[in-house]
């Protein structure tokens, strides 16, 4: 049982260019989420899939793309980089009911240059 | 406007005593609010959460205290140890549909536990 999983771990981008981060779990969980955190901050919300065939902009959405492939995949894609989306990254997952327990991935760490 | 705010940056605290993080909240429409702990170069690791029909939550070590009417929360970790050096976040959610897990997040506190 991996929870959430993210790849890339790094990854370095030139001004510009396009890359899409991956983000899986495997806790049966209908709801996903994309935050991004940067130095001296809390998390920020940039988009969230209710459920799979759905998705709604968070608070930071612009710059960003989502894509729930399915149940248990949820990516997030930068059409062309910019410096100021240099931060890390973190995949959540929540079931809707019951209790309120949300699970991160370990982060992808994303530099613009 | 920041509508979740840990307004200490930093803590220290001797090992074995009392550990007490405090999160204040602006939205009275949030109804569910959690604790994450984080080292660095981790994900957040969730440690509890409270609904707003309650004023608290035990589960081992840690507790959480809700006042609803101060909009305030804190979470007392005791005894303190060691390794619970790391940056505590509140994170705060509104009720169900479609804002269910949808977290604003506080800023965060270092914690500092001495040997």
């Known amino acids: 049982n991996a929870g959430v999983t993210q790849t890339p771990k790094f990854q370095v981008l030139k001004t510009g260019q396009s890359m899409t981060l991956q983000c899986a779990q495997d806790?049966?969980?209908?709801?996903m989420y994309w935050y991004r955190q940067d130095p001296g901050m809390g998390l920020r919300l940039i988009y969230y899939?209710?459920?799979?065939?759905?998705?709604d902009k968070g608070e930071v959405p612009n710059g960003y793309n989502v894509s729930r492939l399915n149940k248990r995949e949820f990516s997030l894609r930068l059409e062309s980089a910019a410096p100021s989306q240099t931060s890390v990254y973190f995949c959540?997952?929540?079931?809707?009911?019951?209790?309120?327990?949300?699970?991160f991935g370990p982060g992808t760490r994303l530099t613009v240059t | 406007d920041q509508q979740v705010k840990q307004n200490s940056p930093s803590l220290s605290v001797q090992e074995g005593r009392i550990s007490i993080l405090n999160c204040d909240y602006t939205?009275?429409?949030?109804?569910?609010f959690l604790w994450y702990k984080k080292y660095p170069a981790e994900g957040p690791t969730f440690l509890i959460s409270?609904?707003?029909?309650?004023d608290k939550n035990e589960d081992g070590r840690f507790t959480v205290f809700l006042n609803k009417s101060a909009k305030h929360l804190s979470l007392h970790i005791v005894p303190s140890q060691p390794g619970d050096s790391a940056v505590y976040f509140c994170?705060?959610?509104?009720?169900?549909?479609?804002?269910?897990?949808?977290?604003?997040f506080g800023q965060g506190t270092i914690l500092t536990v001495h040997p």
């Open positions: 959540a997952s929540t079931r809707t009911s019951g209790f309120l327990e949300q699970y």
């Open positions: 806790m049966n969980h209908n709801s």
């Open positions: 899939s209710a459920s799979e065939g759905t998705t």
């Open positions: 939205n009275s429409m949030f109804d569910y």
């Open positions: 409270i609904s707003s029909i309650k």
């Open positions: 994170a705060a959610s509104a009720p169900g549909g479609t804002s269910y897990g949808k977290l604003t």
